[in-house]
């Protein structure tokens, strides 16, 4: 997207400082530099996109979201503005709708909320998702009206490939499931939901739980792997 001189120059000049062990007493005037980078694409959108280098498709995924936008949400968390709350959840509703492929209305999104690119997300009203939430959008997330994430939940959507022993897996690439939450439920602080699940209607998955197949509606799944625990569903007349 743009002339990757800068951040190279600026690469190189930190190595030379690191080398010489001149950091300390350049590091402000270091840190300048990169605020100016920083600035220029707050400015410009000019931002240099990072190679794949493990044939995952993030390259070709980014380029295919709104960056500038991406890449202004992620910057604005790591700032103090990102902490006070009312202001930031409103703001970021304002980017999620421009972000995501679909947001609902009255969603709550806490800070360090990541994901890939948010053009495969589809989230409904009244979700919340709490601090550190990771969202990995290489396929489609879909989660339901109302539903909640605890601080640290992980929600993924691919594998790798292990049958191409030409490669180590890591560099093998990736495939890409869709990945479903089910609505008024909640998923469980350091939960995480494996790629292609469907995890059911009012149904919980306790925290630090790794899911690994489907959840059925109603019920309440704990552990590593997550198996049901009870069903909590409302009486038959």
Same mark, same amino acid.
């Given at each position: ?25 350049? *590091? ?14 707050? &400015? ?11 044939? *995952? ?60 690119? *948010? ?63 089910? *609505?008024?439920?909640?998923? &469980? ?49």
């Amino acid at each position: 997207m743009t002339d990757p001189s800068r951040e190279n120059d600026l690469i190189s000049e930190f190595s030379e400082l690191v080398s010489d062990d001149t950091l300390p007493e350049s *590091g402000d005037q270091f840190m300048a530099k990169v605020s100016a980078m920083v600035d220029h694409f707050y &400015g410009t959108g000019e931002f240099k996109v990072a190679e794949d280098a493990l044939k *995952g498709g993030d390259k070709a995924l980014a380029m295919d979201s709104h960056l500038y936008y991406v890449m202004f949400w992620r910057m604005f968390d790591k700032t103090p503005a990102s902490m006070m709350q009312d202001f930031a959840i409103n703001l970021r509703r304002v980017l999620a709708k421009k972000v995501f492929k679909s947001v609902g209305e009255g969603v709550t999104i806490h800070h360090g909320v990541l994901f890939n690119s *948010g053009k495969n997300i589809t989230i409904g009203d009244g979700v919340f998702l709490n601090r550190n939430v990771m969202l990995d959008d290489r396929g489609p997330v879909i989660i339901d009206d109302y539903t909640g994430l605890a601080a640290g939940a992980i929600i993924e959507t691919h594998s790798h490939i292990m049958d191409d022993f030409n490669e180590p897996i890591l560099y093998g690439g990736r495939l890409a499931h869709t990945t479903k939450i089910g *609505g008024a439920g909640l998923i &469980g602080y350091n939960a995480v939901v494996l790629a292609g699940v469907t995890v059911g209607y009012r149904a919980i998955v306790a925290s630090n739980s790794v899911v690994t197949k489907d959840v059925p509606d109603y019920h309440v799944v704990g552990g590593v792997p997550a198996k049901s625990i009870k069903v909590i569903a409302p009486e038959q007349d």
